[in-house]
T-cell receptor
Framework: QQQVKQSPQSLIVQKGGISIINCAYE??????FPWYQQFPGKGPALLIA???DVSEKKEGRFTISFNKSAKQFSLHIMDSQPGDSATYFC????WGTGNTPLVFGKGTRLSVIA | GAVVSQHPSRVICKSGTSVKIECRSL??????MFWYRQFPKQSLMLMAT?????????EQGVEKDKFLINHASLTLSTLTVTSAHPEDSSFYIC?????????FGSGTRLTVV
């Protein structure tokens, strides 16, 4: 059972454009929604995260939009740069709260071309 | 911020031998650590949850006798891949909840030849 469904699987964006990656979840107990960025051969690094009491969070060029009623959250990368080319994962705590492991989406391979 | 240090970053071993991977929380105490495995071009799959001072909890389909986890202190968890085979070649990553979120180690690339 896939608890977080991520799309698209891959994305090609022109430099300066907007990259949008979507994630849908099933468990309404989830209380933390992070996005991770992973470069080849490296561990995932937290990019930005949101809690369900807000609908949007922005940090620099990265924005999370959260739609609680639709059980969806998305990552927007503004002014995309070649250095943003990486794999992005959405995730959520398996059991919502407490010291619970994260479950991950399948990932989106982003390529930003000049 | 919370930092998790993972070693080694790369290891090549012969089939049938054992390999130990260490994961340390540097500036916080981690009563629980999570171990993931990632195959090429795939997502992170949880293998087990490591609890300090008690037995690890393994995910369905993960052989606990093959992947030995020890969490003897609040800052160190180890994963030992016993009698490794080529199909165990993968990227192993540890994680812990520290600070305001989850922190991941830099990963260990295991190649079994």
């Amino acid at each position: 059972q896939q608890q977080v469904k991520q799309s698209p699987q891959s994305l090609i964006v022109q430099k300066g454009g907007i990259s949008i990656i979507n994630c849908a979840y099933e468990n309404t107990a989830f209380d933390y929604f992070p996005w991770y960025q992973q470069f080849p051969g490296k561990g995932p690094a937290l990019l930005i995260a949101i809690r369900p009491d807000v609908s949007e969070k922005k940090e620099g060029r990265f924005t999370i939009s959260f739609n609680k009623s639709a059980k969806q959250f998305s990552l927007h990368i503004m002014d995309s740069q070649p250095g943003d080319s990486a794999t992005y994962f959405c995730a959520a705590p398996r059991w919502g709260t407490g010291n619970t492991p994260l479950v991950f989406g399948k990932g989106t391979r982003l390529s930003v071309i000049a | 911020g919370a930092v998790v240090s993972q070693h080694p970053s790369r290891v090549i071993c012969k089939s049938g031998t054992s390999v130990k991977i260490e994961c340390r929380s540097l500036d916080f105490q981690a009563t629980t650590m999570f171990w993931y495995r990632q195959f090429p071009k795939q997502s992170l799959m949880l293998m087990a949850t490591s609890n300090e001072g008690s037995k690890a909890t393994y995910e369905q389909g993960v052989e606990k006798d093959k992947f030995l986890i020890n969490h003897a202190s609040l800052t160190l968890s180890t994963l030992t891949v016993t009698s490794a085979h080529p199909e165990d070649s993968s990227f192993y990553i540890c994680s812990a909840r520290g600070g305001s979120g989850y922190t991941f180690g830099s990963g260990t690339r295991l190649t079994v030849v």
